[in-house]
């Protein structure tokens, strides 16, 4: 039910990508059009309730229909004693300058032999600096609040098609 539900709401973001034109602060069009953005990132999670830290990574994939707004997906795994821990979260994006990006949505944590599956708060911040056009890399710095409270941090490299 809950997968069915992302589908949803991840398909229904989808819908309104044709509401976001692109400008110039003077109004005309841009020439170039969207931007797809996938970024991976090396963490490491502290967990707020007293466990060890983990190691972790994640995947975002982003359609940026503009310079300053986006939206996406997220896929993140964390490294535990019994195995791995899996995430996939629906993002929404937001680029207040060229350097700085935030990240928030509902992150959907799938379950394991000691943890059910639950929905938690996601936001997160990229520091960006961009050698070129087409490719980033910074820190990150996030948290998780839910059932189970996490705060993280790590770098991630990102390269925009």
Not at 16 to 40: R, Y
Not at 53 to 61: A, I, K, M, S
Not at 79 to 85: P, R
């Amino acid at each position: 039910m809950i997968r069915r539900a992302l589908i949803s709401v991840f398909l229904s973001l989808l819908c309104f990508a044709p509401c976001f034109a692109q400008h110039h602060s003077d109004g005309s069009s841009m020439e170039s059009g969207p931007v797809i953005e996938m970024i991976s990132a090396w963490l490491y999670v502290f967990p707020q309730n007293g466990e060890d830290g983990l190691p972790g990574t994640e995947v975002h994939c982003t359609y940026w229909a503009n310079s300053v707004w986006g939206y996406g997906v997220s896929y993140g795994a964390k490294k535990q004693h019994e195995g791995f821990l899996h995430e996939i979260a629906v993002l929404g994006s937001w680029n207040p300058t060229q350097w700085l990006t935030l990240n928030a949505g509902p992150s959907f944590v799938f379950p394991t032999d000691q943890r059910s599956g639950h929905i938690v708060s996601y936001v997160e911040t990229e520091l960006n600096y961009r050698p070129n056009h087409w490719f980033h890399l910074g820190p990150v710095v996030g948290f998780t609040q839910g059932k189970h409270t996490e705060v993280f941090s790590g770098i991630h490299f990102g390269f925009e098609f």
